[in-house]
């Protein structure tokens, strides 16, 4: 399949989906990391169990109300403040988003 690299491989700064079948497909790293930044930064809650659909709904709005430096800004000071939290909620974000936007 094209663009897929080995798993094995080392892709420079790009985020990678692994695949059952041992290749792993390279994601675009900015457009993933802005919508991380701002469903972690919305007020969705894991423990809500939120749809895809208000997933992408979230971070669309966070992302219209303060930017993607917003954002940013937002995981910054939860890495500073509470990184104990942060870490488990980044990771949630992360998965979250895979799943709302997949192809």
């Given at each position: 399949?094209?663009?897929?690299?080995?798993?094995?491989?080392?892709?420079?700064?790009?985020?990678t989906t692994?695949?059952?079948?041992?290749w792993?497909?390279?994601?675009?790293?900015?457009?993933?990391?802005?919508?991380?930044?701002?469903?972690?930064?919305s007020?969705?809650?894991?423990?809500?169990?939120?749809?895809?659909?208000?997933?992408r709904?979230?971070?669309?709005?966070?992302?219209?109300?303060?930017?993607?430096?917003?954002?940013?800004?937002?995981?910054?000071?939860?890495?500073?403040?509470?990184?104990?939290c942060?870490?488990?909620?980044?990771?949630?974000?992360?998965?979250?988003?895979?799943?709302?936007?997949?192809?």
């Amino acid at each position: 399949m094209p663009g897929l690299q080995p798993a094995d491989g080392v892709l420079s700064s790009e985020h990678t989906t692994a695949h059952d079948n041992g290749w792993e497909e390279p994601m675009n790293a900015t457009i993933d990391d802005i919508r991380c930044e701002a469903l972690f930064a919305s007020d969705l809650q894991r423990s809500w169990k939120p749809t895809p659909e208000l997933i992408r709904a979230a971070v669309t709005d966070v992302v219209g109300r303060i930017g993607e430096t917003g954002c940013a800004e937002m995981v910054a000071q939860e890495f500073g403040e509470h990184p104990d939290c942060a870490i488990g909620r980044m990771l949630w974000a992360r998965d979250a988003i895979r799943l709302a936007f997949a192809a």
